[in-house]
């Protein structure tokens, strides 16, 4: 999320409802792929990445060679290989080893309260929250973690909440075809919590529907009503 006098935000108690009146009827195999595959990006080496961190040490103002420090770099480079690792990982390959037939199964499957650790793309500062990820299935159902996956591999990346909340949402409706997906994430990002506006309150929620969950508004009501109390 980046600042919040943005033209686009709402107020503080921020409702991003990017559900709209897109149903990914016309969302081709071939944007969702191009959306996931990363850019060929050559990685620097390890000790150009320390390097950089023994920087901005500096432009905080601290001395990179003073003892607490002097094995920070090497830290934090590892610690960003795993906030980070989802940009190795295929979120629909995940999804596609598991897929069984849905053997009469025809309500909606939820997961509630998954925990979403993830970096806001304009300041690299963590977003935490969780997710609420739910689809109706037609004849494809998953092991459930694999949908917990899917939200972590995003959640391993640079983004918005807007953004991963919809990838979360195509990625499940292109591999499974289910008759629609529903994703809410409520997630607090410090870009907002501790600078900035710096308003330690403000939950942003994002949610997008597809299908019968954008459709019909029964099943909007389902996943509203599942998802209520969570948390509690
Ligand atoms: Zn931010």
Redesign the pocket.
């Known amino acids: 999320?980046?600042d919040i006098n943005r033209k686009d935000q709402g107020p503080l108690s921020t409702l991003t409802q990017t559900a709209s009146a897109n149903t990914f009827s016309n969302v081709s195999a071939l944007s969702v792929k191009k959306q996931q595959t990363r850019p060929k990006i050559e990685r620097p080496s390890r000790e150009k990445a320390e390097e950089a961190v023994r920087t901005l040490l500096a432009w905080a103002g601290d001395d990179p060679d003073r003892e607490g420090l002097i094995e920070t770099p090497a830290r934090v480079t590892r610690a960003y290989e795993e906030f980070f690792a989802g940009y190795e990982e295929d979120p629909e390959v995940e999804l596609k080893k598991t897929f069984e037939q849905v053997g009469g199964y025809s309500h909606m499957v939820l997961l509630r309260d998954i925990a979403v650790a993830s970096h806001?793309e304009?300041?690299m500062?963590p977003i935490l929250g969780k997710a609420h990820v739910a689809y109706l299935p037609t004849n494809k159902v998953v092991g459930l973690s694999k949908l917990a996956r899917v939200v972590e591999i995003f959640a391993r990346r640079l983004q918005t909440q807007e953004t991963m909340t919809v990838d979360i949402a195509r990625t499940i409706e292109h591999v499974l075809e289910p008759a629609g997906v529903a994703v809410q994430i409520e997630a607090a990002?410090q870009?907002?919590t501790t600078r900035g506006i710096r308003n330690p309150g403000v939950v942003t929620i994002t949610t997008h529907l597809t299908g019968v969950f954008l459709n019909d508004e029964r099943w909007e009501r389902r996943f509203a009503e599942q998802i209520r109390g969570s948390g509690t």
């Open positions: 999320m980046d806001c304009h300041h500062v990002h870009c907002m």
